[in-house]
Nanobody
Framework: QVQLVESGGGLVQAGGSLRLSCAAS????????MGWYRQAPGKQRELVAT???????NYADSVKGRFTISRDNAKNTVYLQMNSLKPEDTAVYYC?????????????????WGQGTQVTVSS
């Protein structure tokens, strides 16, 4: 069974910084892309940033220049450094991983989500 566990959310003033972490655990064979998404109240979940196993990154226009995604492949962990936070960044942030896991002697490809962590930016 695969689990993604996020940490690092909280309350911060506008202009402040937070660092989110997400660790994947379980019978993991390999992880392809990992990423962060967010969902604000009354809005659809949206992409924040993604990173491939080789380190190629992609960002939403709204966070470019302020957020940085990185990963530690040895620890199966992805990070999101968020600087210059704005009230509009307030949302539940979800970690996502596209990975292969062992089911017995077979490999299964799947898309997994963390439970979410709340980020609140006050003005």
């Amino acid at each position: 069974q695969v689990q993604l566990v996020e940490s690092g959310g909280g309350l911060v003033q506008a202009g402040g910084s937070l660092r989110l972490s997400c660790a994947a655990s379980g019978s993991i064979a390999s992880i392809n892309a990992m990423g962060w998404y967010r969902q604000a109240p009354g809005k659809q979940r949206e992409l924040v940033a993604t990173i491939t196993s080789r380190g190629s990154t992609n960002y939403a226009d709204s966070v470019k220049g302020r957020f940085t995604i990185s990963r530690d492949n040895a620890k199966n962990t992805v990070y999101l450094q968020m600087n210059s936070l704005k009230p509009e960044d307030t949302a539940v942030y979800y970690c996502n991983a596209a990975l292969r896991s062992y089911i017995g002697v077979s490999l299964r490809e799947g898309d997994y989500w963390g439970q979410g962590t709340q980020v609140t930016v006050s003005s």
